[in-house]
């Protein structure tokens, strides 16, 4: 009878416990160690312990602080205090999560009369996304609405803006990126202000990779193989956001940045069947450099095309009697939750053509290309120049130093789509007169932003876009309404500072001016 009467105590115990956790985990008790370590550090630990994830902006909390505290149980919401070093933050919790947001001023507290919700303005969802080890920013994440084509891709500081229709609030945002594990959170987390999201890296076991050996000329192989059954056999439509831009020694020199409209055909036609059609641009010259060379880029837009490598396939896809590649298995990664094989190709040592070296990431069970580096040799570049430019005057000399592309695909209703294209392209120059050389970067980019699978038409011959002109020269007209509830990547810190400090005449465009 004693020992029921210790275990009914016991049980009534352990189910009031279970029950306070349950009504409000931010009153579990957790115990502290005594330990010095920075914010960003002691959140991560007390995330783990109480099992949520925090989520909040960078600007709001100082991470690389440095916190000592003394060993003690206190609840979850007493050592985030302690951590933060006041209480005035507001803390709630969303699911896995916990919020933390900065306090209501007293003028956003005041009372006011209650205003029916504008459903037609779109919500904002924005942040950055960091590594969870190390909280570096990672860049080109894939960031999309679960379940639609809507969708961009954070910058090169990991810092990215989607603009959502109201009726998506509760939906939920999906964050991926090669080699990490897939986050997936709710959008009412984010409630218009910006939020930091961390990655957590996904290692493959040693043995998994060891079971998985296979032979890397099959595996690259097999993406032309099932490339009907992983890509678009019918048209659709794709939204993008496009950048194209010219630095000299790292400061900026031009910047156009435009929204397409894109008509793609299937994935076994060649890409000379795509169509695009500009909705928005703008341009950006920054008029305080006079510069001797006069350096334009050439069918920016047409590249995009060309680098939709599932269409426009290149020789390093193509394997046959007459493939120049050789092929090495390097390594196996994750991408939004799919095993991937990594393949590692460079031409073979009889070739000294400049031809591409680089990896290819696919996905393990389907035979879907997720994602491609690849580069012009660094062994032969001296003697790429006749396959980048177009003209050049008769006293100039320009020698390519580096080109570099990615390209990466993102997986829609059973079918890939392109998703994201970044071309860097270094140049150094000189006229026969001057003696040093000038480092120039031409850079390109482009992102999805939604997919349009449904009645699919070309456009009128009188809306497409030239893609093999020069596409800054294009003419277009101002609108005040710029990019509207258009999605872009954002630019990332550099290439902000860079506009910010350019004296510049800032141009616009909208559809139907191309002439």
């Not at 209650?114 to 990672?138: F, H, R």
Request: glycine content about 4%; aromatic content about 12%.
């Amino acid at each position: 009878m004693k020992s029921l009467t210790v275990f009914l105590m016991t049980f009534c115990f352990c189910f009031h416990l279970w029950a306070a956790d349950r009504a409000d985990p931010l009153e579990r008790i957790i115990h502290l160690p005594k330990q010095k370590t920075t914010v960003y550090n002691w959140l991560n630990e007390i995330g783990d312990m109480a099992g949520y994830n925090f989520i909040y902006d960078s600007k709001l909390v100082a991470n690389d602080r440095p916190v000592k505290l003394p060993a003690e149980d206190c609840s979850v919401r007493d050592a985030v205090y302690k951590v933060l070093g006041s209480t005035v933050f507001l803390l709630k919790v969303v699911e896995k999560y916990i919020v933390i947001d900065r306090p209501a001023s007293p003028k956003e507290s005041v009372t006011v009369p209650v205003q029916e919700k504008d459903t037609l303005q779109p919500i904002v969802v924005s942040g950055a996304v960091y590594d969870k080890l190390d909280n570096m920013p990672v860049a080109d994440c894939a960031v999309t609405i679960y379940g639609t084509g809507i969708g961009t891709v954070a910058n090169s500081n990991g810092q990215f803006m989607l603009k959502i229709p109201y009726d998506m609030r509760r939906e939920q945002l999906r964050i991926s990126h090669l080699g990490y594990e897939t986050q997936q959170l709710p959008i009412l987390l984010f409630h218009s202000n910006p939020r930091n999201i961390y990655l957590t890296e996904r290692i493959i076991p040693m043995q998994e990779v060891i079971v998985r050996m296979v032979n890397p000329r099959k595996i690259v192989d097999e993406v032309l193989q099932f490339r009907a059954q992983n890509y678009p056999v019918k048209p659709y439509y794709l939204t993008t956001f496009y950048r194209e831009g010219i630095e000299k020694r790292k400061t900026l020199l031009t910047l156009t940045e435009s929204v397409f409209k894109v008509y793609k055909t299937s994935c076994l036609n060649p890409p000379a069947s795509d169509q695009m059609k500009l909705l928005k641009m703008r341009k950006i010259t920054n008029e305080s450099v006079r510069d001797t060379f006069l350096l334009k880029m050439k069918a920016g837009p047409d590249a995009t095309l060309l680098l939709d490598i599932i269409k426009s396939v290149p020789d390093f896809l193509q394997i046959d009697d007459d493939n120049q590649f050789n092929y090495s298995k390097i390594d196996m990664t994750v991408y939004d939750s799919h095993l991937a094989h990594v393949v590692a190709f460079e031409q073979k040592e009889n070739e000294d053509e400049p031809l591409y070296t680089g990896k290819l990431y696919i996905d393990a069970q389907n035979a879907a290309l997720l994602h491609a580096e690849f580069e012009i040799n660094p062994k032969y570049i001296n003697k790429a120049e006749y396959l980048f430019i177009a003209h050049r005057g008769r006293n100039v000399r320009i020698h390519p130093q580096q080109v570099i592309y990615n390209v990466s695909y993102k997986e829609l209703n059973g079918k890939y789509y392109i998703n994201y294209i970044r071309g860097d392209l270094y140049f150094k120059m000189k006229t026969k007169h001057q003696l040093f050389y000038s480092p120039f970067h031409i850079f390109l980019e482009m992102a999805t932003c939604s997919i349009d699978t449904l009645n699919a038409k070309p456009f009128p011959r009188s809306e497409r876009l030239k893609t093999t002109n020069i596409f800054s020269d294009t003419d277009f007209q101002y609108d005040a309404g710029f990019w509207g509830n258009f999605n872009i990547i954002l630019p990332n810190e550099q290439l902000n500072e860079a506009i910010s400090k350019i004296a510049a005449k800032v141009e616009e465009a909208d559809e139907g001016t191309i002439k």
